[in-house]
């Protein structure tokens, strides 16, 4: 049976941090072609590789509630704007042919400026809970870099229960 995820024209996807599927590398806050993992969406959803998103909660599908947010939401906190990667590609010169160097790519992480590989894992969430916005940035940079089972399970306790709120408000609004 399909997922009502691939099969919604208002369902897209954005990277929740870098990795390889099928053998193609996929960066934080790229857009992710649903095409590419027909059947195998939810998986990449559950793995929070990928996040589903929306441009408008009016279009938010009830069946996955928890798990589609709204796309401005998870490019604030991801730290990077659809504006941002139009205004890199149309400065990018299509006839060049060298490679970008590291000083030209998009830092993901810009502006969060607390890196959790520095730090033990009350520190990082004591930080979360002095910074709860940034909690989705601080879980995939945690993937990104120790990757700690127990860090990512608290993460993941506290950005399910903000997104619990983000839907208790949302139906007293409507």
Same mark, same amino acid.
């Given at each position: 049976? &399909?997922?009502?995820?691939?099969?919604?024209?208002n369902v897209s996807f954005i990277c929740a941090?870098?990795?390889?599927?099928?053998?193609?590398? #996929?960066?934080?806050?790229?857009?992710?072609?649903?095409?590419?993992? *027909?059947?195998?969406?939810?998986?990449?959803?559950? /793995?929070?590789?990928? *996040? &589903? !998103?929306?441009?408008?909660?009016?279009?938010?599908?009830?069946?996955?509630?928890?798990?589609?947010?709204?796309?401005?939401?998870?490019?604030?906190?991801?730290? !990077?704007s659809s504006r941002d990667v139009v205004t890199?590609?149309?400065? /990018?010169? &299509?006839?060049?042919?060298?490679?970008?160097?590291?000083?030209?790519?998009?830092?993901?992480?810009?502006?969060?400026?607390?890196? &959790?590989?520095?730090?033990? *894992?009350?520190? !990082?969430?004591? #930080?979360? $809970?002095?910074?709860?916005?940034?909690?989705?940035?601080? #879980?995939?940079?945690?993937?990104?870099?120790?990757?700690?089972?127990?860090?990512?399970?608290?993460?993941?306790? *506290?950005?399910?229960?903000?997104?619990?709120?983000?839907?208790? $408000?949302?139906?007293t609004n409507d």
């Open positions: 049976m &399909p997922s009502a995820l691939v099969n919604n024209s941090r870098d990795f390889v599927w099928e053998g193609e590398t #996929y960066k934080m806050g790229e857009d992710f072609d649903q095409n590419i993992a *027909i059947g195998r969406i939810e998986l990449l959803v559950r /793995t929070r590789r990928i *996040i &589903p !998103v929306v441009d408008s909660t009016d279009v938010k599908p009830r069946m996955f509630h928890r798990e589609v947010r709204l796309r401005s939401d998870v490019e604030r906190r991801l730290g !990077v890199q590609l149309d400065q /990018t010169d &299509p006839d060049q042919t060298s490679e970008r160097s590291d000083s030209d790519s998009v830092d993901t992480t810009e502006g969060l400026g607390f890196d &959790p590989a520095d730090h033990n *894992i009350d520190e !990082v969430m004591e #930080y979360v $809970e002095e910074h709860p916005g940034e909690a989705l940035s601080v #879980y995939a940079l945690e993937e990104q870099g120790k990757n700690r089972p127990r860090l990512k399970s608290r993460l993941d306790e *506290i950005l399910n229960q903000q997104a619990e709120e983000e839907n208790e $408000e949302e139906n």
